[in-house]
């Protein structure tokens, strides 16, 4: 018997033909269609899939959450294996029986913790709330718990974080005090919705780490739900892969990766970018497959691949051409030259206002870029990446130091002369959806950086040279006229680039441009932006804090820590031979999702049943 009451090979969730619609205007959106799987006690099932496959939607009928009345689960069972009441049917439960299983027995951490947590209590507040509405303890042993849960899941200072509010904290911490509060009534089912996306690669490892710990001391059950089957192979026994609300695949990690037999999974596991081979074009989903006349999905007919191994020989960049390619760099003068630039911001001032401290972002960083050069940036959040990078456009004033672009100096240059230069020099931001603006559509959000600088003689021209770049970036003529909402991340990410290039900039910046995006829409974006870099012959500078999409993106990497440079380098190099104990630990942070790592990862698991 477990500590949780089971024996570990009994089946806690079974789901059966689970149906769950939403309903708009004109149609019926089949959310999750026919699902049916099991999870046992102690295992943890990895649900991997783009967005809108149906992966939240099937959480959220678990923990019947479903927001009605436009959502309904419409058929199917959820049987629950409750460790008081036995089996329960959790659609047939009226809600206030469900409320004592929710967050009790069955827990969920939501994908964003900043919107899941409360901006006006604090966070140790809405922890002891959850261990108050389902416990039967004081308001002292409740926060006394709530400092032990904090200690647990190894927050730092658990006192002061007791007392902080959310935007006091970053975001791994927030993640951690949303898993101290899923924890706080030792759950049997735990369900994580994408609680590591966005999280550097150092903070996402300590999180599956944490929940690999707390399942293992706990013999709980965990539903792990990601699009990043690199992030799965790190922590589930089984997957099941979903596709338009369907399951199209599932099995246990091993055979997926090591045999997988449906090519919407085949597509997913080869578009990942790869740490240890150099990559011309990643694959990507459409690769492999495609719908026949019925509409459903079939290996592609005229595929070039025939295996995941086939798709990444055909894209292989020997050593010979890597080799030719940063030869054929040394030879150039550079395009860009930064010179020890310091960006510090002020963070406390004495009695009479002078300024006594301050973070220094960006501390006398020096570096150079050449013509047609991808340099990487890389480093986690609050290391100075993005300071760096709006510093260098003049976004952000330099506090000192220099920054030549073509040979002149522009750490100065103010009025028209740094409008002039802001044609040439170009950023694509982070969140492509707040850096459009909702009131205009996408064709006028293309034209009008080109009406600003003069470019082209009418409205005429900039339209028909918007058109073109929709096009450019697999957009249609017909979505000109569309705003921001109506389309998808990706799609929001492409519309950025093309307004990027609409002055045919000399120098563009993106800033974790993909950090966000599912991977198979993920290898779509380098991909295109690789293919543009050669048409539109621009430099850039690719800011992630990724560095397997930094290593495919770059020719050389910048690896940045607490506002000073580790160390720099050609790509290969610093992978294969980091001379930094920062750069090492950010590589070995970094899932793997090859056979060895999974089957070592199996093995430990069983040895510690």
């Known amino acids: 018997m477990s500590a949780n009451g089971g024996k ?17 205007e004109d149609n019926i959106v089949k959310a999750v269609d026919d699902v049916s799987f099991q999870l046992k006690r102690g295992e943890t099932l990895g649900i991997v899939g783009e967005s809108g496959s149906g992966k939240s939607v099937t959480a959220l009928s678990i923990m019947q ?20 009441k036995g089996i329960l049917d959790l659609t047939k ?81 927030k993640q951690r005090v949303m898993i101290a509060m899923a924890m706080s009534c030792n759950p049997s089912v735990l369900i994580a919705d994408e609680p590591t996306t966005a999280l550097d690669v150092t903070v996402q490892a300590r999180i599956l780490e944490l929940m690999s710990q707390l399942r293992d001391e706990n013999n709980m059950s965990i539903i792990f739900i990601t699009h990043d089957l690199g992030v799965i192979a790190e922590i589930a026994d089984r997957v099941m892969v979903m596709y338009h609300g369907k399951v199209v695949e599932s099995g246990t990690t091993y055979d997926i990766f090591n045999n997988p037999q449906h090519p919407y999974t085949k597509g997913l596991l080869a578009c990942r970018p790869r740490l240890n081979m150099k990559l011309r074009v990643l694959p990507v989903v459409s690769d492999f497959m495609e719908r026949d006349e019925s509409g459903n999905i079939v290996e592609k007919k005229d595929h070039k691949f025939s295996s995941v191994g086939h798709a990444l020989l055909y894209n292989f960049v020997s050593e010979d051409e890597i080799k030719e390619r940063q ?59 993005t300071t760096l990078g709006r510093t260098i456009l003049r976004l952000i004033e330099p506090t000192g130091g220099d920054i030549y672009f073509e040979g002149k100096s522009i750490k100065d240059v103010q009025g028209e002369e740094l409008r002039k230069l802001r044609k040439d020099m170009q950023i694509i931001f982070q969140d492509p959806y707040s850096s459009l603006n909702p009131r205009m559509t996408v064709g006028q959000a293309i034209i009008e950086p080109m009406r600003i600088n ?28 569309r705003y921001p909402h109506e389309f998808s991340g990706g799609q929001r990410q492409r519309i950025c680039i093309a307004r990027a290039l609409a002055l045919n900039p000399k120098f563009i910046i993106c800033d974790e441009s993909v950090s966000a995006l599912d991977v198979s829409v993920q290898a779509q974006v380098l991909n295109l932006l690789n293919k543009l870099k050669e048409d539109f012959n621009f430099t850039s500078i690719f800011i992630s804090h990724d560095l397997s999409v930094v290593k495919f993106m770059s020719d050389r990497i910048l690896v940045m820590n607490k506002g000073k440079i580790e160390e720099i380098g050609y790509a290969e190099e610093i992978y294969n031979n980091p001379q930094s ?22 093995l430990k698991r069983s040895q510690g049943r």
């Open 454 to 481: 003069g470019v082209l003689e009418s409205d005429f021209q900039r339209r028909r040279r918007a058109v073109e770049l929709l096009e450019t970036v697999s957009l249609s003529a017909k979505q000109f006229e």
């Open 8 to 24: 570990k090979d009994e089946f806690l969730l079974d789901v059966r033909n689970l149906k769950t619609y939403f309903k708009s």
């Open 93 to 173: 439960i009226s809600e206030r029986e469900m409320q004592q299983e929710r967050g009790n027995d069955i827990s969920m951490i939501f994908q964003e913790p900043m919107t899941s947590l409360n901006p006006v209590y604090s966070c140790g507040d809405q922890v002891m709330e959850a261990i108050l509405l389902h416990q039967k303890l004081s308001k002292a042993e409740a926060r006394k718990k709530t400092i032990e849960l904090f200690e647990k899941v190894k927050l730092p200072r658990p006192n002061d974080i007791f007392y902080a509010y959310p935007h006091q904290i970053s975001g791994g911490q």
């Open 65 to 84: 959450l479903v927001p009605k009345p436009i959502g309904q689960i419409v058929g199917g069972s959820i049987l629950f294996n409750s460790p008081d």
């Open 581 to 602: 104990e920062y750069t090492k630990k950010l590589i070995n942070s970094i899932p793997k999702g090859d056979l060895a790592a999974i089957r070592n990862a199996m």
């Open 327 to 385: 030869d054929d760099l040394k030879k150039k003068e550079p395009h860009l030259k930064v010179k020890d630039l310091q960006t510090y911001f002020p963070i406390s001032k004495g009695l009479f206002g002078k300024v006594t401290d301050y973070v220094k972002a960006v501390d006398n960083v020096s570096f150079d870029v050449y013509p047609g050069e991808t340099l990487g940036l890389v480093g986690e959040s609050g290391c100075g990446k």
